[in-house]
């Protein structure tokens, strides 16, 4: 245990000194990587840790975008409250699409997650007058005193460091180990005594929470919206980032956010082949490394052996 | 009455696995379920237990009725289970298994930020050596022999404090030795808190060493009920499954 905290110091230290590099690029894959990590994480808190194989996370994430820059730009709320409502809306959005997933298992579970985040889309798509449909939301800046992209940075950090700890709370509480239950056994869970498909709702809430807030980050972040941030590959975007990084591992689908984020960085400005090249990773890493990226390490005992 | 059982019926298209069925368990007892592959056992405890719904019939569990309950309230009421096909978790270590079927019968399953590793630590190793797994605590519980399994799950059953147990085999698939000695710690855990039992079982031998009551399902139907001494010289018994085995 003590290992792995001094391991999160010094990652928590690297990233508060990031932007002594003055590199405007740096600052912006840090920032870009703080969000998707949240955002892998929170999806994790279902994968991982519920053993639901979600496939519209983007829902919540795009609920949460357009909630906090829609209440800024459209009715003028002060961004503190606008930023809370997103991470509520993402909750709410969350449980109402939990309630009906939930009642499904496995593969009917997953295309049901998937259905209702192509609707939100669709809704998103359509509703020209309100979100801007196709061409987007323009022109959402950074509130005043963030108003530079050094200091979004560590408004970013504070806010991902909060919420990773408040979820690494709740997964080493007792409610996480039922969480861990039910992904292993939902019909021992139940006899148990457990209520799992309320269980699971919560999962679900507490999820499309930081799905939220990731996606409020992300908005102001580019200054813009698109539906395309709430269409299926982005589901699929941030699943891939949870098993490249490892989902039996809190901190894992983090990782691999960074490390896809940085690679398709590096990738792109060589060759346009990016996905071909991602695919390939992944099927290597599913075949060889099936625990991920921080599995793997884990395993070759590079890092003391933290708790899951 | 414990449990009563009233003209049960439950089909899956058109095949009748349980065809109303009636028994009435009196606390404290232990009664045991045998016949045939396919008579309809296990189809009859998941009905007990709320994992299926009965199309016709009553389950009364300590006066209440629970045919429409779902089976996390079941259990709650007091009645626990093991499953045929072993039903662990586990990923788990032995220790996180119990710990986590203490901690939802303590309703402490609802803390959300307080480390679960200093819940319930006394209560938990208590069961696991109740269940003779002292020494694997900190082993994965998906490692440990199948018998070992089996034992851990009566600890789960346990940890819950049942007045009414259901075990579905508790001792297929193991060898003559584990079979004795898992009888016996079951027979043990359930005279000194008194609990009531009932149970499957393919072995006869067990059945009759630690059975009071003996029921004979066949074909979905109870076919005879009495004491292991009865069921052994009823000859329709014979007939359908003492005859068949042996």
Redesign the interface.
């Known amino acids: 245990m003590l290992k792995r905290n001094w391991f999160l110091i010094i990652i928590t230290l690297f990233l508060a000194l990031l932007p002594c590099t003055e590199s405007r690029f740096y600052i912006f894959l840090g920032t870009d990587i703080l969000i998707m990590g949240l955002f892998a994480v929170s999806l994790n808190l279902l994968l991982g840790y519920t053993g639901l194989v979600s496939f519209g996370q983007a829902a919540y994430f795009g609920i949460g975008a357009y909630t906090c820059a829609l209440l800024m730009k459209k009715a003028a709320v002060v961004f503190p409250l606008a930023f809370v409502a997103a991470a509520l809306a993402g909750a709410i959005g969350a449980l109402l699409i939990g309630f009906f997933c939930i009642r499904l298992t496995k593969i009917y579970f997953s295309m049901l997650t998937l259905a209702f985040s192509q609707i939100v889309w669709a809704i998103v798509f359509k509703w020209n007058s309100l979100t801007g449909g196709d061409t987007g939301l323009i022109g959402i800046n950074f509130p005043q005193y963030l108003d530079s992209s050094t200091r979004f940075y560590y408004f970013t950090l504070g806010v991902v460091v909060v919420s990773l700890y408040i979820l690494g709370?709740?997964v080493?509480?007792?409610?996480?180990?039922?969480l861990?239950?039910i992904r292993?056994?939902p019909?021992?869970?139940?006899?148990?005594?457990?209520?799992?498909k309320l269980?699971q709702l919560i999962a679900f809430m507490i999820s499309g929470f930081f799905a939220g807030i990731s996606g409020a980050l992300f908005g102001i972040f580019n200054h813009s919206l698109f539906p395309d941030l709430l269409y299926w590959p982005m589901s699929a975007e941030v699943l891939i980032m949870s098993i490249l990084g490892g989902m039996y591992n809190f901190l894992g689908p983090a990782v691999g956010a960074a490390v896809m984020l940085y690679l398709r960085m590096l990738v792109t400005s060589y060759t346009q082949y990016w996905p071909l090249i991602m695919g390939t990773i992944l099927a290597l890493l599913l075949f060889f490394f099936p625990g991920g990226i921080v599995g793997f390490l884990k395993s070759q005992r590079i890092f003391a052996k933290g708790k899951r | 009455m414990i449990l009563t059982v009233e003209k049960v019926k439950k089909s899956f298209d058109g095949f009748i696995a349980v065809n109303g069925v009636s028994l009435a368990i009196p606390k404290g007892e232990i009664w045991a379920i045998i016949g045939p592959n396919g008579a309809g056992k296990t189809t009859l405890f998941n009905l007990i237990t709320g994992h299926i719904r009965v199309n016709e019939g009553k389950l009364t569990f300590k006066g209440i009725d629970i045919t429409r309950m779902p089976p996390h309230q079941i259990c709650r009421l007091g009645m626990g289970r093991s499953f045929q096909r072993t039903n662990i978790f586990p990923r788990l270590t032995v220790f996180q298994n119990i710990q986590a079927a203490v901690l939802a019968h303590r309703g402490k399953s609802f803390n959300f930020f307080k480390p679960v590793d200093s819940f319930f630590r006394d209560e938990t190793r208590a069961l696991i050596e109740r269940v003779g797994l002292k020494d694997y605590g900190e082993t994965v519980s998906g490692t440990i022999s199948y018998g070992f399994q089996k034992q851990l799950e009566l600890g789960i059953a346990l940890a819950s404090e049942p007045e009414l147990l259901l075990l579905d085999e508790p001792t297929a698939g193991m060898s003559v030795k584990e079979t004795h000695q898992t009888m016996e710690l079951i027979g043990r855990i359930i005279r000194e808190k008194g609990l009531s039992l009932l149970f499957t079982e393919h072995d006869m031998e067990v059945v009759f060493s630690i059975a009071e009551t003996v029921m004979v399902l066949h074909q979905g139907r109870l076919i005879a009920e009495g004491s292991p001494a009865e069921i052994r010289g009823n000859l329709d018994v014979q007939k359908v499954y003492l005859g068949e085995t042996r």
């Not at chain 1, 019909?187 to 799992?196: A, D, H, L, Y």
């Open positions: 709370k709740v080493g509480s007792p409610f996480g180990r039922i861990a239950t292993e056994n019909e021992r869970t139940e006899f148990i005594g457990i209520n799992v269980f």
